[in-house]
T-cell receptor, first 114, second 116 residues
Framework: DQQVKQNSPSLSVQEGRISILNCDYTNSMFDYFLWYKKYPAEGPTFLISISSIKDKNEDGRFTVFLNKSAKHLSLHIVPSQPGDSAVYFC?????????????FGKGTHLIIQP | EAGVAQSPRYKIIEKRQSVAFWCNPISGHATLYWYQQILGQGPKLLIQFQNNGVVDDSQLPKDRFSAERLKGVDSTLKIQPAKLEDSAVYLCATIWGTARGSYEQYFGPGTRLTVT
C-alpha cells in the first residue's frame, strides 16, 4: 500500500507561470512533510518542509501548503524557471521532525517550457 | 555543511553474485540511512543507524541484504546473492538539524546497481 501518493507522473508549465505539484497521504500518523528535488544522476536535494502544526511555509519562490483534514499537500513554485525542471518527490515522516526514515511518493517530473 | 560521499557510482554484476556499497557521511553526524530507489519509484528506506546501532531495519530483506556501520562513521551495504529485482539506485543519507528544531535529510549521489 502506498502511503504517499503523487498522482501526476509529469507536469509541463511555461516559464514564468506557477507550477503546482500535488501530494496525498493516507497515514494519519505523519506529522512532518518534505519536498525533494532530483536531477538525473544526483541524489535528492532538500527543498522545503512543513510541520503538521502549520498550514503554510514559504521559502523564496517555493511555498508548501498542508491541508490535514484532506491529507493533502501541495508545492507552489512562482515564477517557474528553466532550472526548476526536475523530478519532485513528496516525503513524510511519522515523528522526530524528519529525523526518522522518510516515506516517499513516486515523484512528479516537472518540465518548464521556455 | 552537509555532504555524503558514496562509492562506487555504478556497478554491474550478474545475478547470484555479491556486491558492496560504501557511504561516508559528514563527520560527526550520528544518524545514517540507506534507501533503495527502483526506477520509476520514490526512495524506500532500507535501514537507519544511530551511531553504531540499528534504529529501523524493518524493510531490509535480511535474507540477502546486510549493513554495518563501524565506529559510527562509514557504512557499508552488502547484497549476497543479488537478484534481478535488486537493480536500483542505492542512496545514503544523513541529517542536518535546523534552527527550528526539525531535521533535513541530505542524500549522497547514490550507487546505480544493475543486475544482469
Amino acid at each position: 500500500d502506498q502511503q504517499v501518493k503523487q498522482n501526476s507522473p509529469s507536469l509541463s508549465v511555461q516559464e514564468g507561470r506557477i507550477s503546482i505539484l500535488n501530494c496525498d497521504y493516507t497515514n494519519s500518523m505523519f506529522d512532518y512533510f518534505l519536498w525533494y528535488k532530483k536531477y538525473p544522476a544526483e541524489g535528492p536535494t532538500f527543498l522545503i518542509s512543513i510541520s503538521s502544526i502549520k498550514d503554510k511555509n514559504e521559502d523564496g519562490r517555493f511555498t508548501v501548503f498542508l491541508n490535514k483534514s484532506a491529507k493533502h499537500l501541495s508545492l507552489h513554485i512562482v515564477p517557474s524557471q528553466p532550472g526548476d525542471s526536475a523530478v519532485y518527490f513528496c516525503a513524510a515522516s511519522e515523528s522526530g521532525g524528519g529525523a526518522d526514515g522518510l516515506t516517499f511518493g513516486k515523484g512528479t517530473h516537472l518540465i518548464i517550457q521556455p | 555543511e552537509a555532504g555524503v560521499a558514496q562509492s562506487p557510482r555504478y556497478k554491474i554484476i550478474e545475478k547470484r553474485q555479491s556486491v558492496a556499497f560504501w557511504c561516508n557521511p559528514i563527520s560527526g553526524h550520528a544518524t545514517l540511512y540507506w534507501y533503495q530507489q527502483i526506477l520509476g519509484q520514490g526512495p524506500k528506506l532500507l535501514i537507519q543507524f544511530q551511531n553504531n546501532g540499528v534504529v529501523d531495519d524493518s524493510q531490509l530483506p535480511k535474507d540477502r541484504f546486510s549493513a554495518e556501520r563501524l565506529k559510527g562513521v562509514d557504512s557499508t551495504l552488502k547484497i549476497q546473492p543479488a537478484k534481478l529485482e535488486d537493480s536500483a539506485v542505492y542512496l545514503c543519507a544523513t541529517i542536518w538539524g535546523t534552527a527550528r528544531g526539525s531535521y533535513e535529510q541530505y542524500f549522497g549521489p547514490g550507487t546505480r546497481l544493475t543486475v544482469t
